[in-house]
């Protein structure tokens, strides 16, 4: 039930997801945030089983900057996403496989780039431009399908995700009110505006 | 919905005269949804072996990774690249160590033997028993409709202009008729000196 989107540009890389806590018919909070930071400029947002994503966000949040402790350096983008795919991969044939799809947006400092990689819960993982989980991922790709370029600005995602979100409002049965928004760039992750249905949607 | 169609792939191996060509398709997707049109199944091994992952993209990338881990170590052990049948044996036995939780992806090998050049293909079943091809090997869920097309194209002593056409064309129209696969298509011809690789445009559909 829940929905998260990442976009790159030439860069930074956005990702946005709703802001739900539900379990079953039960909406607890309407204001949480599940994105969590990985490191400097490591970003990584979810799907699926709250208890599972919080598990599994916080313990590889804490192996990635141990590593940076233990090395004195950050883990390389590309390094942390096989090591999270290698962790979800583990899981799926324990006794605890965890039900969290995963969508990571990094910047690598070295070789100046940024990545957005897809993950599931089986492990799969691919880089894309643009990528998104959940029911919302149907209606968010043709659209990003159709306004998406490379090479866009922040200010173009936010409209193209504006224009995502509208779509979801009119179409998608589930409610979400409120969107987190952030970035990451070469300077870091900034947290951009939170997205409110109730506000208004700006289309630009 | 079998496990082996959840993401959906297609891989062709075809051999030439003193060449190689494997090739497959682009397509990551999860049962009807694409997510990524430009998803490399191919990895290389040595300087002419490659080997190309069907199945279940997760099972593709640990079977992929942990060939790689073995053949590193052989080959720093014996200090030259590995010779393919016995790449087919490493193949074989990792995918065997779990005969009974098995990785849902098969791999298809091409290469050329590192001494005498011979050219070399071989598909396995995902409990790693292998099948050392004469003229092609085909894999994924397009796999029956591959052959039919292999079949139609490939004739002995292909050159590799030749053998670039007759996979390429065996590969795009199998996978026309798998809803599973296309989306583009990679082809990897293998030569005694060079390696060229070359990006298909496919039906998007």
């Known amino acids: 039930m829940d929905f998260c989107i990442g976009i790159r540009g030439n860069d930074f890389v956005l990702l946005c997801e709703d802001m739900n806590a539900a379990q079953s018919i039960m909406l607890h909070k309407q204001d949480h945030e599940k994105m969590l930071d990985l490191n400097d400029h490591l970003l990584m947002t979810r799907t699926g089983n709250l208890g599972d994503g919080v598990q599994c966000a916080e313990f590889l949040q804490k192996n990635i900057q141990l590593y940076q402790i233990r090395n004195g350096y950050e883990m390389r983008s590309s390094a942390a996403a096989h090591y999270i795919r290698k962790y979800l991969a583990d899981t799926l044939r324990s006794r605890e496989p965890l039900e969290v799809n995963l969508l990571l947006g990094a910047y690598d400092v070295i070789s100046n780039t940024p990545q957005l990689y897809y993950m599931d819960y089986l492990g799969s993982m691919a880089t894309a431009p643009f990528c998104a989980h959940g029911y919302g991922a149907m209606f968010a790709t043709s659209i990003l399908d159709m306004y998406y370029h490379p090479g866009i600005s922040v200010d173009e995602a936010i409209g193209i995700l504006n224009k995502c979100i509208k779509e979801l409002k009119k179409r998608l049965i589930i409610n979400f009110s409120k969107f987190n928004v952030k970035v990451v760039d070469k300077d870091g992750i900034h947290k951009l505006p939170t997205i409110s249905v109730e506000d208004g949607i700006h289309t630009h | ?205």
């Open chain 2, 1 to 205: 919905m079998s496990i082996d169609e959840y993401n959906g792939s297609a891989i062709v191996a075809m051999t030439g005269k003193d060449c190689v060509a494997i090739a497959t398709d682009t397509r990551f997707g999860v049962q009807r949804t694409t997510i990524t049109t430009d998803f490399e199944r191919v990895h290389k091994m040595g300087p002419t072996l490659y080997v190309a992952m069907s199945g279940l993209v997760t099972d593709a990338y640990t079977v992929a990774a942990r060939l790689k881990y073995r053949l590193n170590l052989y080959e720093l052990r014996e200090n030259r690249p590995v010779n393919p049948k016995v790449f087919v044996s490493m193949v074989s036995n990792l995918l065997y160590e779990r005969r009974f939780g098995p990785y849902f992806s098969t791999p298809v090998v091409a290469g050329l033997d590192p001494t005498s050049g011979k050219p070399f293909i071989a598909g396995f079943d995902c409990i790693g028993d292998p099948t050392i091809g004469t003229d092609f090997v085909t894999d994924g869920t397009s796999g029956e409709q591959l052959m039919g097309m292999c079949e139609a194209f490939w004739r002995p002593d292909l050159n590799k202009d030749e053998l670039f056409e007759a996979i390429s064309q065996s590969l795009l129209n199998a996978q026309d008729r798998d809803s599973y696969a296309g989306w583009g298509a990679q082809v990897y011809i293998i030569e005694k000196d060079k390696v060229t690789k070359k990006i298909l445009k496919a039906r998007k559909d």
